[in-house]
T-cell receptor, first 116, second 113 residues
């Protein structure tokens, strides 16, 4: 069974600085998708960024980018120019491309604090 | 665009009571999911559905039931509420395409006292 591990329960970053959140996963599959979701205090689950495993190029979305290392099964999220609104819980999630259910497997999350 | 709508947003139940958490989506998604999120934890899958009339168990199905009579609606039923079911419940939906993300509702905070 696949698992997702986020080893940093909490992180802190100064406003305008850069922070990297770690995520590792375990799978025997070669084709899958990886996601980062943001959950602010409002409790909404907001998609931040996604990565297809077959793509070598790292995904980027404005200030958010990933470092996808397929061989190492690592999928870290880099937030550049951190803003106060980035403060939230961040979840890494895995989805198999082989199965037809599109189920997500979540990590336990990293709580990011942004200091002014 | 309404997206995924969950009702109610908050609810307090007494032990042994029953209730239904409602979830509806207007994106014509075939796939729908129910998750629970315990404090400080990630989301765990309770039940899911790949289309009207088709449901299946996720990681933590005990104490819950679901039905999917239409594409739009996917209600979650708690038959005999227990304190262990105190949690935040999220409904989500997605299209059939594998690279498409799941869209989440705003969650229901449920307390069993």
């Amino acid at each position: 069974a696949q698992t997702v591990t986020q080893s940093q329960p909490e992180m802190s970053v100064q406003e305008a600085e850069t922070v990297t959140l770690s995520c590792t996963y375990d799978t025997s599959e070669s084709d899958y998708y990886l996601f980062w979701y943001k959950q602010p205090p409002s409790r909404q689950m907001i998609l931040v960024i996604r990565q297809e495993a077959y793509k070598q190029q790292n995904a980027t979305e404005n200030r958010f980018s990933v470092n996808f290392q397929k061989a190492a099964k690592s999928f870290s999220l880099k937030i550049s120019d951190s803003q106060l609104g980035d403060a939230a819980m961040y979840f890494c999630a895995y989805r198999s491309a082989a199965k037809t259910t599109n189920k997500l497997i979540f990590g336990t999350g990293t709580l990011l604090a942004v200091q002014p | 665009n309404a997206g995924v709508t969950q009702t109610p947003k908050f609810r307090i139940l007494k032990i042994g009571q029953s209730m239904t958490l409602q979830c509806t989506q207007d994106m014509n998604h075939n796939y729908m999911y129910w998750y629970r999120q315990d404090p400080g934890m990630g989301l765990k899958l309770i039940y899911y559905s790949v289309g009207a009339g088709i449901t299946d168990k996720g990681e933590v199905p005990n104490g819950y039931n679901v039905s999917r009579s239409t594409t739009e609606d996917f209600p979650l039923r708690l038959e005999l509420a227990a304190p262990s079911q105190t949690s935040v419940y999220f409904c989500a939906s997605s299209s059939d395409l594998g690279n498409q993300p799941q869209h989440f509702g705003d969650g229901t905070r449920l307390s069993i006292l």
